[in-house]
């Protein structure tokens, strides 16, 4: 199984990360995440639950990193 981190901005929508939750080193994955939120301000949400998330673990397959909206 493939589990995603995607983007979703005014830029378009594209993969972040693909990784295989049952081997991944999730470190590495949230670090990627944690890199990707300190360099654009986007915020990770877990697909299944609407809710921002801290650590993406091993049971979340779908996230999403959200850009904040221009004077929103």
Do not use: C, W
């Not at 890199?35 to 993406?56: L, N, S």
């Amino acid at each position: 199984m493939t589990a995603k981190v995607q983007t979703f901005s005014s830029h378009g929508d594209r993969t972040l990360l693909e990784y295989d939750p049952a081997t991944a080193d999730m470190e590495e994955v949230n670090r990627v995440i944690a890199e990707y939120e300190a360099k654009t301000g986007a915020q990770p949400f877990d697909m299944a639950t609407g809710e921002r998330i801290e650590k993406v673990t091993r049971d979340q397959n779908e996230v999403l990193m959200v850009h904040p909206v221009a004077g929103g």
